[in-house]
């Protein structure tokens, strides 16, 4: 079965980085695009980008263009998203998750807690 | 960039009841429109997708409607685990998602 299995929670001072991973298996990795999505605490979900991971190409949103980067590893079936400049209000929970191919996410990973805190 | 409108932003209803949430789109996005429910804690989870088709495993009670502009998803029976927060979402080379609808027991 498809699983997503991201790395676990992260607390960052602001201007820092960070760097979540999610790790695929059940399904052949480079056959679907996949995204970054956040949920800051109590709010709506917010998408930050994708990547094809047949050729490594992306896409950003507007407002994380030059401050995100979506990389993956084929060899392990794995795509990374890395924040760089963190502000207090990056503080959310970033979901990996599939493309199932109709510009819908068929299936998520379990979210990876990012705080931001001096 | 097109602006989803979902619609209302909660919702107070009891088990059996049939549920009715909105999606309203900027402009024509055809048949776009995907529909997702999450609880608390958890990812979200795709319930339908291009506006009617259920995603495999979903329950029946669950369907969606709508074409172009306007959009509605439906549970036709209540049950107690659909308590839940609802948001529509839509693909136009950028990916949005409505305000969503907090769905709690009245």
Redesign the interface.
Known sequence: QVQLVQSGAEVKKPGASVKVSCKTSGYSFTGFYM?W?RQAPGQ????VGWINPANGGTNY??KFQGRVSVTRDTSINTMYMELNRLKSDDTAVY?C?RD?S?????H????TLVTVSS | DIQMTQSPSSLSASVGDRVTITCQASQDISK?L?W?Q?KPGK????LI??ASIL?KGVPSRFSGSGYGTDFTFTISSLQPEDFATY?C?H?DH???????TILDVK
């Open positions: 995204h999505i709506g979900l917010e998408w949103a507007r979901y998750a199932g109709s510009w819908m996410f068929d998520w990973g379990q979210g | 776009y995907n997702y999450q990812a979200p989870k795709l997708y291009d995603q948001y979402q693909y950028l990916y949005t998602f409505g305000q969503g």
